[in-house]
């Protein structure tokens, strides 16, 4: 049996495939969003309020009884909250930003975070250049179970909304902080080793870093104090390139941004151009989620990782 101790480098994202709404999903309040659970909402509603069902309830009808009752909603009718990192603060503050502060959830079952074994099987998939841990018809030689359990439950106050910054359209995504710690134990391992699998992940690592050098060095800006995307890409790895020189393992796992330490072993992943004039070509990727943190950019997914076996 193994157990998987991660720890953050920086913000991590899972989706659960749910997009929030301000003033309708969530309501923001003090450097904090709460989500609101519309049963109580309505409970709350039909206390508060005159209601008269032969009018249209309209989407703003309800954003102004979010607005005129809020501190009860937060008190009474909400699941979680999270806090408002300054990335995302900026922007939900300013006011001509309307019908842009959607928010990408974080999977979570009745408002408690957790990460999916699910999420993590493919990060581990990936360097080894196999398609099951468990019991494989097309490969008679993975003909054990695995059984890989979701991680413990985690505090909501480890989790904040961030703003990205450098791929247009920016997204608010709510991210497990950077420093923070989980695990997920593999009680049945199949054909993972733990040996194995270390030596492949660094070697992974250090060839798509690489290439993701080489690449990207491509499009970086010629003009001194003009920015690109490239630009932008590379300073946000930075950190990962020198954790990664320094011998620490460290693994990509989550939503975007992670397009090149998600593939075979030495391919360089491509997009099609968005360049009217371009359109059918594909070009290496080189622009990705990150987020401004301490002035400094920081890209998405990273953590550390240490394997127990139990």
């Known amino acids: 049996m193994y157990k998987f101790n991660f720890t953050t480098i920086t913000p991590l994202h899972i989706s659960n495939g749910e997009?929030?709404?301000?003033?309708?999903?969530?309501?923001?309040?003090?450097g904090e969003i709460y989500k609101i659970d519309h049963l109580k909402f309505a409970q709350l509603i039909a206390r508060k309020e005159k209601l008269d069902f032969s009018k249209e309830i309209t989407t703003s009808t309800i954003e102004s009884w979010i607005k005129k009752h809020q501190l009860t909603i937060i008190d009474d009718a909400?699941?979680?909250s999270v806090k408002i990192h300054d990335s995302f603060k900026a922007h939900l503050e300013n006011s001509r930003a309307v019908g842009r502060r959607q928010v990408i959830e974080f999977i979570n079952t009745n408002g408690k975070f957790y990460l999916p074994a699910s999420s993590i099987k493919g990060a581990l998939l990936t360097p080894l250049g196999i398609d099951s841990l468990g019991i494989n018809p097309n490969n008679p030689a993975i003909n054990d179970r695995v059984v890989f359990n979701d991680s413990e439950l985690i505090g909501n106050d480890k989790f904040s909304?961030?703003?990205t910054e450098n791929r247009p359209p920016e997204n608010n995504l709510i991210c497990l902080d950077p420093g923070e710690s989980f695990s997920l134990t593999m009680r049945k391992k199949g054909v993972f080793d733990k040996h194995v699998f270390l030596k492949k992940l660094k070697s992974y690592t250090d060839i798509q870093l690489k290439n993701?050098?080489?690449?990207v060095s491509k499009f970086k800006s010629k003009r001194t104090g003009k920015l690109r995307q490239a630009d932008l890409y590379?300073?946000?790895?930075?950190?990962?390139?020198?954790?990664?020189?320094?011998g620490e393992t460290i693994i990509n796992i989550g939503y975007g941004g992670g397009s090149w330490f998600k593939i075979?072993?030495?391919?360089?992943?491509?997009?099609k151009s968005k360049l009217p004039n371009k359109k059918h070509v594909?070009?290496?990727?080189?622009?990705?989620?990150?987020?401004?943190?301490?002035?400094?950019?920081?890209?998405?997914?990273?953590?550390?990782?240490?394997?127990?076996?139990?």
């Not at 993701?212 to 690449?215: A, G, K, M, V």
């Not at 590379?234 to 320094?246: F, H, S």
Request: hydrophobic letters at 40%; a negative charge; glycine letters at 2%.
């Open 19 to 30: 997009v929030l709404d301000q003033n309708f999903h969530y309501t923001a309040y003090r």
């Open 264 to 271: 075979k072993e030495g391919q360089v992943p491509k997009f």
């Open 212 to 215: 993701l050098d080489r690449e």
């Open 234 to 246: 590379l300073r946000a790895i930075e950190e990962i390139n020198t954790l990664a020189a320094n």
């Open 282 to 310: 594909e070009e290496p990727a080189h622009s990705s989620f990150s987020f401004t943190i301490d002035r400094e950019l920081a890209h998405i997914g990273w953590c550390k990782l240490e394997i127990e076996e139990l």
């Open 161 to 163: 909304v961030y703003r």
């Open 78 to 80: 909400s699941i979680y």
